[in-house]
Protein backbone atom coordinates (compact mmCIF):
# COMPACT_ATOMS: atom_id res chain seq x y z
CA UNK A 1 0.00 0.00 0.00
CA UNK A 2 2.53 2.80 -1.07
CA UNK A 3 5.41 4.18 0.74
CA UNK A 4 5.74 2.54 4.21
CA UNK A 5 3.77 5.09 6.68
CA UNK A 6 2.31 6.68 4.14
CA UNK A 7 -1.15 6.37 2.48
CA UNK A 8 -1.52 7.03 -0.80
CA UNK A 9 -4.50 7.91 -2.77
CA UNK A 10 -5.29 4.53 -3.94
CA UNK A 11 -5.09 3.71 -0.46
CA UNK A 12 -7.81 5.97 1.11
CA UNK A 13 -10.25 5.65 -1.49
CA UNK A 14 -9.72 1.40 -0.57
CA UNK A 15 -10.54 2.38 3.02
CA UNK A 16 -13.38 4.77 1.48
CA UNK A 17 -14.79 2.03 -0.56
CA UNK A 18 -14.67 -0.51 2.42
CA UNK A 19 -16.82 2.31 4.37
CA UNK A 20 -18.97 2.59 2.50
CA UNK A 21 -19.94 -1.35 1.91
CA UNK A 22 -20.18 -1.46 5.92
CA UNK A 23 -22.45 1.83 5.81
CA UNK A 24 -24.93 -0.09 3.61
CA UNK A 25 -24.66 -3.06 6.28
CA UNK A 26 -25.09 -1.24 9.09
CA UNK A 27 -28.86 0.70 7.49
CA UNK A 28 -29.68 -3.28 6.03
CA UNK A 29 -29.10 -4.30 9.73
CA UNK A 30 -30.69 -0.60 11.42
CA UNK A 31 -34.03 -1.16 8.74
CA UNK A 32 -33.99 -5.28 10.32
CA UNK A 33 -33.91 -4.11 13.94
CA UNK A 34 -36.33 -0.89 13.23
CA UNK A 35 -38.32 -3.96 11.51
CA UNK A 36 -38.51 -5.94 15.10
CA UNK A 37 -38.98 -2.80 17.25
CA UNK A 38 -42.47 -2.57 15.51
CA UNK A 39 -42.86 -5.92 15.48
CA UNK A 40 -42.51 -5.90 19.53
CA UNK A 41 -44.80 -2.69 19.68
CA UNK A 42 -47.61 -4.17 18.46
CA UNK A 43 -47.46 -6.83 21.23
CA UNK A 44 -47.31 -4.09 23.82
CA UNK A 45 -49.98 -2.52 25.98
CA UNK A 46 -51.01 0.74 24.94
CA UNK A 47 -48.90 3.27 26.58
CA UNK A 48 -46.46 0.56 27.22
CA UNK A 49 -43.36 2.13 24.82
CA UNK A 50 -40.79 3.03 27.28
CA UNK A 51 -39.10 0.47 29.76
CA UNK A 52 -36.15 2.15 31.66
CA UNK A 53 -35.25 -1.39 32.79
CA UNK A 54 -34.77 -2.63 29.23
CA UNK A 55 -33.25 0.17 28.01
CA UNK A 56 -30.81 -0.30 30.66
CA UNK A 57 -29.84 -3.54 30.36
CA UNK A 58 -29.23 -3.06 26.31
CA UNK A 59 -27.06 -0.06 27.17
CA UNK A 60 -25.19 -2.06 30.03
CA UNK A 61 -24.62 -5.22 27.67
CA UNK A 62 -23.42 -2.67 24.64
CA UNK A 63 -21.19 -0.60 26.90
CA UNK A 64 -19.54 -3.96 28.45
CA UNK A 65 -18.91 -5.24 24.65
CA UNK A 66 -17.55 -2.44 23.86
CA UNK A 67 -14.32 -3.38 21.59
CA UNK A 68 -12.82 -0.04 21.10
CA UNK A 69 -11.86 2.73 19.58
CA UNK A 70 -15.19 3.89 20.40
CA UNK A 71 -15.26 5.84 24.41
CA UNK A 72 -18.42 3.87 26.41
CA UNK A 73 -19.71 7.62 25.84
CA UNK A 74 -19.67 7.73 22.08
CA UNK A 75 -21.12 4.35 22.01
CA UNK A 76 -24.06 5.46 24.68
CA UNK A 77 -24.40 8.40 22.34
CA UNK A 78 -24.85 6.07 19.07
CA UNK A 79 -27.07 3.39 20.75
CA UNK A 80 -29.34 6.16 22.69
CA UNK A 81 -30.38 7.52 19.08
CA UNK A 82 -30.76 3.89 17.69
CA UNK A 83 -32.79 3.23 20.87
CA UNK A 84 -34.71 6.35 20.36
CA UNK A 85 -36.08 6.26 16.77
CA UNK A 86 -36.85 2.37 17.50
CA UNK A 87 -38.76 3.79 20.18
CA UNK A 88 -40.33 6.21 18.30
CA UNK A 89 -41.57 3.85 15.70
CA UNK A 90 -43.86 1.81 18.35
CA UNK A 91 -45.27 5.59 20.24
CA UNK A 92 -43.07 8.73 20.77
CA UNK A 93 -43.25 9.36 24.62
CA UNK A 94 -44.21 12.43 26.02
CA UNK A 95 -41.33 13.56 28.83
CA UNK A 96 -42.20 16.60 30.76
CA UNK A 97 -38.95 18.95 32.26
CA UNK A 98 -38.14 22.15 33.24
CA UNK A 99 -37.99 24.64 30.85
CA UNK A 100 -37.50 26.74 29.05
CA UNK A 101 -35.61 25.17 25.85
CA UNK A 102 -32.08 25.49 27.22
CA UNK A 103 -31.96 24.15 30.30
CA UNK A 104 -29.92 21.71 31.64
CA UNK A 105 -32.91 19.34 32.47
CA UNK A 106 -33.98 20.07 28.55
CA UNK A 107 -30.21 18.89 28.07
CA UNK A 108 -30.63 15.62 29.88
CA UNK A 109 -33.57 14.57 28.53
CA UNK A 110 -32.03 14.43 25.18
CA UNK A 111 -29.23 12.88 26.14
CA UNK A 112 -31.24 10.57 28.21
CA UNK A 113 -34.49 9.18 25.61
CA UNK A 114 -32.60 10.79 22.52
CA UNK A 115 -34.71 13.29 19.83
CA UNK A 116 -37.17 11.62 19.10
CA UNK A 117 -39.21 12.42 22.22
CA UNK A 118 -42.27 14.75 22.50
CA UNK A 119 -41.05 17.52 24.72
CA UNK A 120 -42.89 19.06 27.59
CA UNK A 121 -41.24 22.17 29.03
CA UNK A 122 -42.90 23.12 32.30
CA UNK A 123 -42.61 26.49 34.49
CA UNK A 124 -41.28 24.47 37.59
CA UNK A 125 -40.33 20.93 39.27
CA UNK A 126 -44.17 20.52 40.37
CA UNK A 127 -45.45 21.01 36.93
CA UNK A 128 -43.06 18.36 36.05
CA UNK A 129 -45.04 15.86 38.44
CA UNK A 130 -48.07 17.26 37.87
CA UNK A 131 -47.35 15.71 34.19
CA UNK A 132 -46.43 13.13 35.22
CA UNK A 133 -49.47 12.04 36.92
CA UNK A 134 -51.16 12.92 33.86
CA UNK A 135 -49.65 11.01 31.90
CA UNK A 136 -46.15 11.56 30.44
CA UNK A 137 -42.55 10.71 32.01
CA UNK A 138 -40.57 13.84 33.15
CA UNK A 139 -36.98 14.32 34.30
CA UNK A 140 -35.82 16.17 37.61
CA UNK A 141 -32.87 17.21 38.84
CA UNK A 142 -32.19 15.52 42.28
CA UNK A 143 -28.82 16.22 43.55
CA UNK A 144 -25.73 18.13 42.12
CA UNK A 145 -22.58 17.24 43.50
CA UNK A 146 -21.37 20.67 44.61
CA UNK A 147 -24.27 22.29 45.62
CA UNK A 148 -26.49 19.78 47.40
CA UNK A 149 -30.16 18.13 46.83
CA UNK A 150 -32.43 19.58 45.07
CA UNK A 151 -35.33 20.45 47.91
CA UNK A 152 -38.50 20.86 45.88
CA UNK A 153 -37.89 17.57 44.01
CA UNK A 154 -37.64 15.85 47.85
CA UNK A 155 -40.37 17.74 49.25
CA UNK A 156 -42.53 16.59 46.01
CA UNK A 157 -41.07 12.77 46.27
CA UNK A 158 -42.66 12.50 49.68
CA UNK A 159 -46.34 12.99 48.65
CA UNK A 160 -46.44 11.84 44.91
CA UNK A 161 -47.93 9.00 43.85
CA UNK A 162 -45.13 8.50 41.02
CA UNK A 163 -42.23 6.27 41.31
CA UNK A 164 -38.30 6.64 40.57
CA UNK A 165 -38.00 4.45 37.38
CA UNK A 166 -34.41 5.60 36.00
CA UNK A 167 -31.78 8.06 36.23
CA UNK A 168 -29.09 10.14 34.78
CA UNK A 169 -25.78 12.03 35.66
CA UNK A 170 -24.69 14.77 33.41
CA UNK A 171 -21.99 17.06 33.48
CA UNK A 172 -22.12 20.56 34.60
CA UNK A 173 -20.45 23.40 32.72
CA UNK A 174 -21.25 27.04 33.09
CA UNK A 175 -20.55 29.37 30.53
CA UNK A 176 -21.16 33.21 30.89
CA UNK A 177 -23.42 34.90 28.24
CA UNK A 178 -23.14 38.77 27.17
CA UNK A 179 -21.95 41.25 25.42
CA UNK A 180 -19.26 43.07 26.87
CA UNK A 181 -17.48 42.37 29.87
CA UNK A 182 -17.20 46.07 30.44
CA UNK A 183 -19.30 47.85 32.79
CA UNK A 184 -21.02 44.48 33.83
CA UNK A 185 -23.47 45.67 36.62
CA UNK A 186 -25.87 42.35 37.02
CA UNK A 187 -25.45 38.97 36.79
CA UNK A 188 -28.51 36.73 36.16
CA UNK A 189 -28.53 32.90 37.04
CA UNK A 190 -30.82 30.18 38.48
CA UNK A 191 -29.46 29.92 42.32
CA UNK A 192 -27.52 27.01 41.97
CA UNK A 193 -25.65 28.42 39.36
CA UNK A 194 -24.22 31.21 41.43
CA UNK A 195 -23.74 28.59 44.01
CA UNK A 196 -21.88 26.42 41.57
CA UNK A 197 -19.61 29.49 40.17
CA UNK A 198 -19.19 32.03 43.29
CA UNK A 199 -15.08 31.68 42.85
CA UNK A 200 -15.24 32.54 39.63
CA UNK A 201 -17.82 35.49 40.05
CA UNK A 202 -15.91 36.73 43.26
CA UNK A 203 -12.67 36.47 41.19
CA UNK A 204 -13.86 38.68 37.43
CA UNK A 205 -17.04 40.02 38.60
CA UNK A 206 -16.30 41.20 42.60
CA UNK A 207 -19.11 43.34 43.45
CA UNK A 208 -21.43 42.80 40.55
CA UNK A 209 -25.24 42.28 41.67
CA UNK A 210 -26.27 38.36 41.54
CA UNK A 211 -30.38 38.09 40.63
CA UNK A 212 -31.92 34.85 40.73
CA UNK A 213 -33.60 33.20 37.81
CA UNK A 214 -36.16 30.26 37.28
CA UNK A 215 -33.33 28.58 35.59
CA UNK A 216 -30.33 29.43 33.45
CA UNK A 217 -32.49 28.76 30.00
CA UNK A 218 -34.36 31.93 32.02
CA UNK A 219 -31.54 33.53 32.22
CA UNK A 220 -30.42 33.46 29.06
CA UNK A 221 -34.01 34.55 27.77
CA UNK A 222 -33.64 37.47 29.73
CA UNK A 223 -30.79 38.88 28.17
CA UNK A 224 -31.87 37.91 24.59
CA UNK A 225 -34.96 40.47 25.70
CA UNK A 226 -33.16 43.08 27.56
CA UNK A 227 -31.20 45.82 25.62
CA UNK A 228 -28.98 46.64 28.30
CA UNK A 229 -25.00 45.86 27.75
CA UNK A 230 -24.24 45.49 31.81
CA UNK A 231 -26.62 42.30 31.90
CA UNK A 232 -24.91 39.04 31.57
CA UNK A 233 -26.00 35.80 32.57
CA UNK A 234 -24.93 31.98 33.58
CA UNK A 235 -26.19 29.63 30.89
CA UNK A 236 -24.75 26.67 28.63
CA UNK A 237 -23.61 26.57 25.12
CA UNK A 238 -26.89 25.20 23.97
CA UNK A 239 -29.36 27.54 25.66
CA UNK A 240 -26.31 30.02 23.83
CA UNK A 241 -26.80 28.49 20.76
CA UNK A 242 -30.75 28.58 20.40
CA UNK A 243 -30.98 32.23 21.81
CA UNK A 244 -27.99 33.47 19.79
CA UNK A 245 -26.05 34.66 22.49
CA UNK A 246 -22.49 35.26 22.58
CA UNK A 247 -20.27 33.23 25.51
CA UNK A 248 -17.92 35.66 27.27
CA UNK A 249 -16.27 32.95 29.59
CA UNK A 250 -16.69 29.13 28.84
CA UNK A 251 -16.52 26.36 32.21
CA UNK A 252 -16.36 29.30 35.22
CA UNK A 253 -17.90 26.29 37.72
CA UNK A 254 -15.99 26.35 40.57
CA UNK A 255 -15.35 22.70 40.62
CA UNK A 256 -14.84 20.96 37.50
CA UNK A 257 -16.20 17.62 38.39
CA UNK A 258 -19.64 19.50 38.55
CA UNK A 259 -22.57 16.65 38.19
CA UNK A 260 -25.90 16.71 38.55
CA UNK A 261 -28.07 14.10 39.23
CA UNK A 262 -31.47 13.58 37.39
CA UNK A 263 -34.49 11.11 38.45
CA UNK A 264 -36.72 9.67 35.62
CA UNK A 265 -39.97 9.69 36.91
CA UNK A 266 -43.34 7.41 36.22
CA UNK A 267 -46.02 5.21 37.24
CA UNK A 268 -44.79 2.07 37.69
CA UNK A 269 -42.33 -0.14 38.55
CA UNK A 270 -38.92 -1.24 36.66
CA UNK A 271 -37.84 -4.88 36.98
CA UNK A 272 -34.97 -5.82 38.08
CA UNK A 273 -31.54 -5.61 35.71
CA UNK A 274 -28.93 -6.87 38.09
CA UNK A 275 -27.03 -3.23 38.43
CA UNK A 276 -30.07 -1.37 40.07
CA UNK A 277 -30.80 1.39 42.77
CA UNK A 278 -33.77 1.43 45.09
CA UNK A 279 -34.42 5.06 46.57
CA UNK A 280 -36.72 4.84 50.34
CA UNK A 281 -38.00 7.46 52.69
CA UNK A 282 -38.66 6.81 56.22
CA UNK A 283 -39.32 8.40 59.30
CA UNK A 284 -38.60 6.83 62.96
CA UNK A 285 -39.86 8.26 66.64
CA UNK A 286 -37.51 10.17 68.10
CA UNK A 287 -35.61 8.47 70.65
CA UNK A 288 -32.17 7.37 71.45
CA UNK A 289 -31.03 4.55 69.05
CA UNK A 290 -33.72 4.52 66.44
CA UNK A 291 -32.31 5.80 63.67
CA UNK A 292 -29.08 2.91 64.41
CA UNK A 293 -31.37 -0.09 64.57
CA UNK A 294 -33.20 1.67 61.43
CA UNK A 295 -29.68 1.59 59.34
CA UNK A 296 -28.61 -1.59 61.32
CA UNK A 297 -31.31 -3.71 58.99
CA UNK A 298 -29.06 -2.93 55.85
CA UNK A 299 -25.13 -3.26 57.44
CA UNK A 300 -26.61 -6.78 58.96
CA UNK A 301 -27.10 -7.39 55.35
CA UNK A 302 -24.09 -6.29 53.72
CA UNK A 303 -26.42 -3.92 51.92
CA UNK A 304 -24.74 -0.88 50.63
CA UNK A 305 -25.87 2.64 51.63
CA UNK A 306 -24.98 5.10 48.48
CA UNK A 307 -26.78 8.46 50.21
CA UNK A 308 -28.57 9.01 52.94
CA UNK A 309 -30.03 12.85 53.62
CA UNK A 310 -32.20 14.37 56.48
CA UNK A 311 -34.92 16.52 56.19
CA UNK A 312 -37.80 18.26 58.92
CA UNK A 313 -40.66 15.75 58.35
CA UNK A 314 -43.21 19.57 58.87
CA UNK A 315 -45.09 16.81 61.02
CA UNK A 316 -43.92 18.50 64.40
CA UNK A 317 -40.58 20.47 65.88
CA UNK A 318 -37.53 18.27 65.31
CA UNK A 319 -39.01 15.46 63.45
CA UNK A 320 -37.22 14.48 60.50
CA UNK A 321 -37.66 11.89 57.14
CA UNK A 322 -34.45 10.20 55.76
CA UNK A 323 -33.81 9.91 52.07
CA UNK A 324 -31.50 6.55 51.65
CA UNK A 325 -30.62 5.60 48.45
CA UNK A 326 -29.03 1.97 48.28
CA UNK A 327 -27.27 -0.58 45.90
CA UNK A 328 -30.06 -3.62 44.53
CA UNK A 329 -33.29 -3.71 43.67
CA UNK A 330 -36.30 -3.83 46.05
CA UNK A 331 -37.91 -6.95 45.12
CA UNK A 332 -34.48 -8.55 45.14
CA UNK A 333 -32.57 -10.00 48.11
CA UNK A 334 -30.97 -9.26 50.23
CA UNK A 335 -32.24 -5.93 50.14
CA UNK A 336 -36.16 -7.22 49.65
CA UNK A 337 -35.32 -8.83 52.91
CA UNK A 338 -33.45 -5.75 54.49
CA UNK A 339 -36.67 -3.27 53.57
CA UNK A 340 -39.05 -5.98 55.13
CA UNK A 341 -37.36 -5.74 58.67
CA UNK A 342 -36.63 -1.99 58.65
CA UNK A 343 -40.72 -1.21 58.29
CA UNK A 344 -40.92 -3.05 61.73
CA UNK A 345 -38.28 -0.71 63.00
CA UNK A 346 -39.69 3.00 61.77
CA UNK A 347 -42.64 5.09 62.30
CA UNK A 348 -42.98 5.32 58.30
CA UNK A 349 -41.47 3.49 55.21
CA UNK A 350 -41.95 4.46 51.75
CA UNK A 351 -40.26 2.96 48.71
CA UNK A 352 -39.75 6.09 46.14
CA UNK A 353 -38.73 3.83 43.39
CA UNK A 354 -36.20 0.96 41.85
CA UNK A 355 -34.62 1.21 38.84
CA UNK A 356 -31.22 1.05 37.27
CA UNK A 357 -28.25 2.57 37.56
CA UNK A 358 -26.61 4.68 35.51
CA UNK A 359 -24.29 3.18 33.03
CA UNK A 360 -22.29 6.52 31.78
CA UNK A 361 -22.05 10.38 32.92
CA UNK A 362 -23.60 12.09 29.79
CA UNK A 363 -21.13 14.81 28.44
CA UNK A 364 -22.67 16.92 25.93
CA UNK A 365 -20.48 19.36 26.16
CA UNK A 366 -17.07 17.46 25.55
CA UNK A 367 -16.64 18.72 21.85
CA UNK A 368 -17.45 22.28 22.26
Sequence with gaps: MGTPGRATD???????ERID????QLLELLSVRAGLATRVGR???????YRSAREGMLLQRVLQANPGPLSELQVH??????????????????????GPAGTFSHVAVLERFGNAVDLVLQEDIA????????GSYGLVPIENSFG???????????HSPLSI???????????????TLDAVHTVAAHPQALLQCRRWLDRHLPGVRRVAAESTAAAAVQLRSADDTGLV??????????????????????DSRNVTRFIVLGRSAEAPTGNDKTSVLFTISNQPGTLYRALACFAERGVSMLRIESRPSRRGPWEYLFFVDLAGHAAVAPLQDALQDLATRVVSLKVLGAYPRSVVQLDPWHSD
Design 10 to 16: ADIEALR
Design 165 to 179: CGESELRVRHCLLGS
Design 21 to 24: VIDQ
Design 148 to 158: GSVHPTLELLE
Design 77 to 98: QVFREIISVCRALQQVPRVACL
Design 233 to 254: AISNTIAARLHELQVLAYGIED
Design 127 to 134: GVFRAVEG
Design 43 to 49: CKPAGGS
